[in-house]
């Protein structure tokens, strides 16, 4: 291996052919959490306009499409994911014209646009949701959630011990219309998110509605929120260990969750969007957010007829340790590609810490050890088979927020907790574009402006969009170069690793014809596993050397890869 720079090094480049019908098998999507990536208003809030405003830069990076946070009417309990209208915008992110005018803009320059579907809950201002409150126990309106009696004999207990995922019982009591203390409905989230009884075929019609306007409006996919919990057991039992349920954030009841009859939904929601397909032939995405126990269970929802794609987060849970990256990703593979699908690899999005920060650093300088694993995270999720979600903020290797004060976040799980420990407003603090101070360039500068709706730290100045791109030592160069490699070579993309011997603590796979990624986990320089011309790197490298906590790309002849 000779010096590599954390420049791209040229390589015979001519765009790879590819299959534009199946365009999401290698896709790399960028997730724009839609408050918190450019207020065009000045109201300190992020919309669509400012989406349409950043189009370019995101050109510019190279991702095929961007994945849009809910920005449907909402009351925002839990930012957006308490939807009270599947078939509008909220005022706050702009209209249904903004919308359409966005994603013509996206398509123009060729970027896939992927809305974000909530199908396991709605808000408790959704006119259904109302609609069942006012009609009473027993009636059709409250089967499309799941209302039940309370126990004991006053019925003041609730139906089960199911625990919410962001605290508490996953059952509220409500008024009946006579005044009386009534029935419970169940919400596996916040009180202000009930869940949908997807027995009810009412349900069931109603998505099918609503995934046909956005269809109808030009959408190329759906991410799809909660993907394995649509369904609970019929006869919702109690749990055997509810504490169990609750420990963590992600943990998975299991009577509430994964339940056999959620693939009937996945195998007729990919059936509708065939019927798009066969009309234009651009297959429409469904991605689904998937928190299942084992790889193979996650094999299921992306069988040839239902999900295209499921998050897999496992590589996103590992720590920064080669062997629990290779099992994570030996496990994808086999468990995973062989469905037919592709893995679909996440290290970062918007309920999960920052890469920089959870690979080790608390400090917000952003220069330390954090930084050089994060970065070479994202070469190595680059290299590996299959799609790759970004997550906005990751190509500037921003590192999370950890001391905003009690009295500005805004999370449910502090609210209903109190506990700062699980909260998810430090990765969704506003993006710095420009200039030394808050706002950064992010809200417009109109009079009497707002400010953003968290607090950006000073140190953002540091890792601004316009200083990113003016320095080619940065974060997002490492991204640009990697998105512009990944297509223009054949081996990047969709296909197979084949791993190759390298010393403990270093992880090196080839991608066919003589493309090898290799990542040095520790913190001492170790020799190149293989010598080679090199393409691109997270750090520079000497001659033949990969330093520590450092990715490498490159092109070799050896005769063992
Ligand atoms: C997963 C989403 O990513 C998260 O932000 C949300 O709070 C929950 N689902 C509930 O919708």
């Known amino acids: 291996m000779h010096n590599a720079t954390p420049h791209r090094q040229a390589y015979g480049v001519t765009p790879k052919s590819s299959d534009a019908r199946r365009w999401w098998r290698d896709a790399v999507i960028y997730q724009v959490y839609v408050r918190s990536f450019l207020d065009s208003t000045g109201d300190g809030v992020g919309d669509l306009a400012g989406v349409r405003a950043g189009l370019p830069y995101l050109k510019k990076l190279g991702v095929d ?61 959704h006119p259904y949701f109302q609609e069942a409150l006012a009609a009473g126990p027993g009636s059709p309106a409250r089967s499309r959630f799941h209302f039940a009696d309370g126990r004991g004999p006053d019925g003041s207990e609730p139906p089960n011990n199911w625990h919410a995922m962001f605290g508490g019982p996953a059952w509220s009591r409500v008024t009946e219309p006579d005044g009386s203390l009534g029935q419970w409905y169940l919400h596996m989230f916040t009180p202000e998110q009930p869940d949908w009884n997807w027995r009810d075929a009412g349900v069931t019609d109603y998505f099918d509605r609503v995934l046909r306007f956005w269809l109808d409006r030009g959408v190329d996919g ?14 919702l039992p109690d749990s055997p260990d509810p504490q169990a349920d609750a420990r963590t954030r992600d943990s998975v009841n299991p009577l509430a969750w994964n339940q056999p009859e959620v693939h009937d939904v996945w195998r007729r929601w990919r059936t509708l969007c065939e019927e798009y397909t066969a009309r234009d032939g651009r297959e429409r995405l469904l991605v689904g957010e998937v ?88 070469l190595l999720m ?58 950064f360039g992010f809200t417009s500068e109109v009079e009497g402006a707002k400010l953003p709706w968290l607090p950006q730290p000073e140190w953002f100045a540091q890792y601004a969009t316009d200083r990113a791109l003016a320095d080619t030592s940065s974060f997002w160069h490492l991204y640009r170069d990697g998105l512009q490699l990944r297509a223009t070579l054949p081996q990047l993309g969709e296909g197979t690793l084949r791993w190759l011997e390298a010393p403990p603590g270093v992880l090196a796979f080839s991608r066919g014809d003589g493309l090898v990624c290799a990542v040095n986990f520790g913190p001492a320089p170790v020799a190149a596993p293989v010598p080679g011309t090199p393409l691109l790197a997270s750090v520079t490298c000497p001659p033949g050397v990969l330093p520590g906590s450092t990715a490498a790309w490159w092109i070799t002849d050896h005769p063992h890869v």
């Open 382 to 439: 680059l290299a590996l088979p299959g799609a790759a979600y970004i997550y906005q903020g990751e190509e500037l290797g921003l590192p999370e927020v950890v001391d905003l004060p009690d009295d500005v976040l805004t999370d449910p799980i502090f609210r209903r907790t109190g506990s700062r420990a699980r909260i998810r407003d430090g990765c969704r603090v506003p993006l710095p574009w420009s200039g030394q101070a808050s706002p």
């Open 222 to 235: 759906f991410r799809i929120d909660v993907a394995a919990g649509l369904f609970k057991h019929p006869e």
């Open 65 to 125: 499409g961007v994945w849009l946070s809910p920005f449907y009417p909402s009351p925002q309990h839990d930012h957006g994911y308490d939807v009270a209208d599947y078939l509008d915008v909220d005022p706050v992110f702009g209209d249904l014209a903004e919308f359409d005018q966005l994603t013509a803009a996206a398509h123009r320059i060729g970027v896939k646009v992927l809305l974000d579907i909530v199908p396991n809950h709605c808000s408790s201002e």
């Open 291 to 378: 928190s299942v126990p084992t790889a193979r269970e996650h094999a299921l929802y992306v069988r040839p007829d239902e999900l295209h794609q499921a998050f897999f987060f496992d590589l996103l849970g590992a720590p920064w340790d080669a062997d629990a990256f290779r099992k994570v990703i030996s496990e994808a593979m086999q468990d995973i590609a062989g469905t037919g699908s592709t893995v679909t690899w996440v290290l970062n999005n918007h309920d999960q810490v920052r890469t920089v920060t959870r690979y080790g650093e608390p400090a917000p300088e952003g220069s330390g050890l954090g930084t050089a694993r994060a970065r070479a995270a994202a």
